[in-house]
């Protein structure tokens, strides 16, 4: 059964300090359109720029998850986009005036409450989802953090952590159905050792820290300076250690809340990734320097999927449409009508077939002796089947012409020789408007991608 992807409905702000800087931090959830995806965007900087959550993009994982592109920075990502995938949510944008979202509690709470109060709505679009087919895996040979992933009938996240000390020993976590991922893991908060806090505030760090946004393990002795460092740091007249040895003024939500926030991180960075992953994750002592490097690796397999993943088409069947009803939409003719059948037309994607032979006027030239389909007429011919899918749309399309605004993203793969066949698929990525046909678009022949292109092209009146 195909699913919806989802936006938020309103947009809606929220306000906080981050965990490290300690600035004063205004976030604005905002509708975005399908196939979009999450992104957060920096209205602080000039030109607004847009940092799209993407695993190519991490450049840090000491504090958090930290992504930059073209040297703009955000800091701790990975609370936020927990927050939008366990709401099923598919496309946000994230504007932010500062590098880093507010810490809130130091879990995903606040940002479900904030998205629910937005209203979550389904878009004209199906989801993209990545169905794990084999064993996926990555380890961390230096800490001896993996993470396994495997097929599954849904999303399915385990954590199992242990680091070595009495005060925390080992835990685990397991969330079996997103939906269950607000009442049984977002208001798990992130925790510290006590002595990495001392770390942290020697190097002027966690400036927006308090007990109230961080568990503190004490790990060691409690010594007077420390405790002087820390009432300071915190703004409080008093510190000690509970019974279960965390610093007071916090009571666990759960007594394994380590590991449902080791949990949270990981379906936040794995939210990278950029697609809706269908199998079961098992994470050996996760952080987000093995999560992030792990959603890198996941990212390049499903890329390189997509790539060779080729569509198969019954050439013996009748086509949706001949060479004669394509002449009767497109204004193209011999020698630069480039497709000669239509094999599936919907108002979302066109497949179209091209018979290559050695007739072709273009062989004459490239090249003698060695005859080869120039790349330009591969994209040429992609563009006529985008052309087919947009001028469906219109009444009259006779009167109507199609021209090129742009290409992005143009490679080509393999030869293209007489004898061949080509058949082209072609998806929009934004719907259809004024006109405007913006489309991914794939060639094929024996079996593989011989090239591939963003396209965009508009059709006007003669």
Sequence with gaps: MSKQQKTIQNEITLSGVGLHTGNKVTMVFKPAPINHGFAFVRVDLEGQPVIEAKAEYVTNTQRGTNLEKKGVQIQTSEHVLAAAVGLDIDNLIIEIDTSEPPIMDGSSKFFIEALEQAGIVEQDAEIEEYVVKEIISYKDEATGSEIILMPSDEYQVTTMVDFGTKILGTQNATLNKMSDFKEHISAARTFSFLHEIEMLLENDLIKGGDLNNAIVYVDKELSASTTEKLKKAFNKDDIKIQSNGILDNLELHWANEAARHKLLDVIGDLALVGTRIKGKVIANKPGHLVNTSFAKKLAKIIKQEKRNN??????????????????????????????????????????????????????????????????????????????????????????????????????????????????FKAELITPIRRGICHMQAYAYANGKVVAEAELMAQIAKK
């Design 310 to 423: 080729v569509p198969k088409y019954d050439l013996n069947l009748p086509p949706l449409m001949d060479i004669h009803q394509i002449m009767d939409i497109l204004p193209h003719r011999p020698p630069f009508l480039l497709i000669d059948r239509i094999l599936e037309l919907s108002d979302k994607h066109v497949v179209g077939m091209k018979n290559v032979t050695m007739n072709e006027d273009f062989f004459v030239g490239h090249f003698p002796g060695a005859p080869v389909m120039p790349g330009v007429l591969q994209v040429e011919a992609m563009a006529q089947c985008g052309g087919v899918l947009v001028l469906n749309t219109v009444p009259d399309p006779e009167n109507y012409l199609t021209y090129f605004m742009k290409m992005d993203n143009v490679k080509f793969k393999q030869k293209v020789l007489p004898g061949d066949t080509l058949i």
